[in-house]
């Protein structure tokens, strides 16, 4: 069975750096690609980009100078960090998966809460 | 860049059947995916490449995409259906999610 189990800090002071890491268990790291996604308080889903197991990664223009993605491939885990945030990145984030570099999101982690206040 | 509407909220009554839009510009042409999230879980496809459900999806969940509008149809609504439920597609290598539409089964 598939599980992704993600981790990171919950309470970041503007200017900081976010960070959360997701675990692949139950799946292959090399077939799939790995993408985050957040969703603020009350509002949609937001994607932030994605990576393969090779560290190929494709960002989201809306956050591209501010993300970077990388994969351990040794732990079968990856990670989002997030630059410079401030109280608008206040938001549940999520690891998912997706087949090819187009595909739906097939299974998803559960979820960090990273609030964002001074 | 390309947007993805959805109305805010539809309402229907135990029993009869849901549709739930989704609107761009000749989404036709792309392959939307809708997912069901409830209060505090992380989102669920339950249909892909506009109308396919996976294995573990009941059949009364079905999906259509045409012109510049992508349904999400629900045939005989459930009480455990009521749900947000969000349509995503890819525009180039960017993945863009409508705003979602909260689902109420009276």
């Known amino acids: 069975q598939v599980h992704l189990q993600q981790w990171g800090a919950g309470l970041l002071k503007p200017s900081e750096t976010l960070s959360v890491t997701c675990a692949l268990y139950?799946?292959?790291?090399?077939?799939?690609?790995w993408s985050w996604i957040r969703q603020a308080p009350g509002r949609g889903l937001e994607w932030i980009g994605q990576?393969?197991?090779?560290?190929?990664?494709t960002y989201n223009p809306s956050f591209k100078s501010r993300v970077t993605m990388s994969v351990d491939t040794s732990k079968k885990q990856f990670s989002l960090n997030l630059s410079s945030v401030i109280a608008a990145d206040t938001a549940v984030y999520y690891c998912?998966?997706?087949?090819?570099?187009?595909?739906?999101?097939?299974?998803w982690g559960q979820g960090t809460l990273v609030i964002v206040s001074s | 860049s390309y947007e993805l509407t959805q109305p805010v909220s539809v309402s229907v009554a135990l029993g009869q059947t849901a549709r739930l839009t989704c609107g761009g510009d000749?989404?036709?042409?792309?392959?939307v995916h809708w997912y069901q999230q409830k209060p505090g879980q992380a989102p669920l496809l339950v249909i892909q490449?506009?109308?396919n459900r996976p294995s573990a999806i009941p059949e009364r969940f079905s999906g259509s995409n045409s012109g510049d509008t992508a349904t999400l149809t629900i045939t005989g609504a459930q009480a455990g259906d009521e749900a947000d439920y969000h349509c995503?597609?890819?525009?180039?290598?960017?993945?863009?999610f409508g705003g979602g539409t909260k689902l109420t089964v009276l």
């Open positions: 995503q597609a890819w525009d180039s290598d960017t993945s863009i």
């Open positions: 990576i393969t197991q090779s560290g190929s990664a």
């Open positions: 998912a998966r997706g087949l090819t570099r187009r595909s739906p999101f097939d299974s």
């Open positions: 000749n989404i036709g042409t792309k392959n």
């Open positions: 490449r506009s109308k």
């Open positions: 139950g799946t292959s790291f090399s077939v799939y690609q």
